[in-house]
């Protein structure tokens, strides 16, 4: 079972690039999310979709922007990156949403340095 | 909202006990997990613990939870080198629509 499948795993950016982070699960889960994570700091929420059609800013969405491309699909895209958005990025999914939802499944994360 | 914090860093020795903390803010948390990140990972429920129970054991886990001072803990009994990892406390407060995670305690096993 592949699970949550994040794409690409290493990517370095220069200050003003753009990229998108691709995230895809095999669950059938409704809910979907973006986290990054910084020493110290543990996970943030970036941005969430609770169902297919619906997203929702987290603790962190400045720089950031999401599209729920189908049930499957959740994509991250940093239009112009910035040093700040250094960080390890996780997708994550829910049979629904929230804690609720029952437990969440991550993808092995996406380690993204801007010089 | 939730606050949710850890201790850095916890280091122990192989096949003794290991316990972790967590305190929380949000008095109206229903439920409260641990995750585990091994290196190069992503996490996975270790376990959790609803807000009407004080304890919960699962072979050799044991969650302890005092919602009279917001304090969670994770015990792993005989730990072993296969335990080193980050492990993250997450709460779901009855306001939110969200986990709140900590900041995860790094857990090194020596021989």
């Known amino acids: 079972n592949a699970g949550v499948t994040q794409t690409p795993k290493f990517q370095v950016l220069k200050t003003g690039q753009s990229m998108t982070l691709q995230c895809a699960q095999d669950?059938?889960?409704?809910?979907m999310y973006w986290y990054r994570q910084d020493p110290g700091m543990g996970l943030r929420l970036i941005y969430y979709?609770?169902?297919?059609?619906?997203?929702d800013k987290g603790e962190v969405p400045n720089g950031y922007n999401v599209s729920r491309l189908n049930k499957r699909e959740f994509s991250l895209r940093l239009e112009s990156a910035a040093p700040s958005q250094t960080s390890v990025y996780f997708c994550?999914?829910?049979?629904?949403?929230?804690?609720?939802?029952?437990?969440?499944?991550f993808g092995e994360g996406s380690r993204l340095t801007v010089l | 909202g939730e606050d949710v914090e850890q201790s850095l860093f916890l280091s122990v020795r192989e096949g003794d006990s290991s316990v972790i903390n967590c305190t929380y803010t949000?008095?109206?948390?229903?439920?409260l997990y641990w995750y585990k990140q091994e290196p190069g990972a992503g996490l996975q429920l270790l376990t959790y613990?609803?807000?009407?129970?004080d304890m919960k054991q699962d072979q050799r886990l044991t969650v302890l939870l005092n919602k009279k001072d917001k304090h969670l803990s994770l015990r792993i009994a005989d730990t072993q080198t296969g335990d080193s990892a980050i492990y993250f406390c997450?709460?779901?407060?009855?306001?939110?629509?969200?986990?709140?995670f900590g900041s995860g305690t790094q857990l090194t096993v020596l021989p």
């Open positions: 994550a999914s829910s049979v629904g949403p929230g804690g609720f939802g029952g437990e969440l499944f």
């Open positions: 669950m059938n889960h409704n809910s």
């Open positions: 979709s609770a169902s297919e059609g619906t997203t």
């Open positions: 949000d008095s109206s948390s229903t439920y």
């Open positions: 613990i609803f807000s009407n129970m």
């Open positions: 997450a709460g779901l407060s009855g306001s939110a629509r969200q986990l709140t």
